[in-house]
């Protein structure tokens, strides 16, 4: 495995924050088993490292920081949704990106329905997907998550959220 410099790796960070993506909101309900004390039966993150994978069959992938709450709620429910935030659902994100002993009572503020697994989704969305996981795959520091496409909930609009540099943004035609 090849070692990287300090300053390799910040302009690996800097080439990286110049790639524009969809932000979502993965989300979940734990299984029975897996509620323990202190864990949320319905929780999520914001995630933009999403895309699919195949079309036939239709597969997803999602990745997260193998060590982080994220993959444990992946690992602890029986499915999930990779909800597609619109451009006016900037609190959403930045709700579902704070730790998670600052999103309790979130689930109380916003509209939802749930997935036939339960998993919610989120409304006012450009749409989502519902997914069981298929896969697990170790890559570096992150954990990738192959999810077969159980579901396809097509939202209100045709335009997503976009994170680029730093900051939150919609795409514009040329």
Do not use: C
């Amino acid at each position: 495995m090849q070692s990287f410099s300090s300053t390799a790796i910040d302009q690996y960070k800097a080439l990286a924050r110049t790639w524009a993506a969809t932000v979502t909101v993965v989300t979940v309900r734990r299984t029975d088993a897996a509620i323990a004390v202190g864990a949320a039966e319905l929780d999520g993150f914001t995630a933009t490292a999403f895309f699919t994978v195949s079309m036939a069959p239709p597969i997803i992938a999602v990745s997260a920081t193998s060590a982080s709450s994220a993959m444990a709620m992946l690992r602890d429910a029986r499915g999930f949704a990779v909800n597609l935030l619109a451009p006016d659902q900037q609190d959403t994100a930045g709700a579902f990106a704070r730790p998670a002993t600052e999103r309790v009572g979130l689930w109380e503020q916003l509209p939802w329905t749930g997935d036939l697994a339960g998993a919610p989704l989120l409304h006012g969305t450009t749409g989502a997907f519902s997914a069981t996981v298929r896969q697990l795959v170790d890559a570096g520091d992150h954990t990738l998550v192959l999810g077969d496409v159980t579901g396809i909930h097509l939202g209100e609009g045709h335009d997503t959220l976009v994170y680029h540099n730093r900051g939150y943004g919609r795409v514009t035609r040329l």
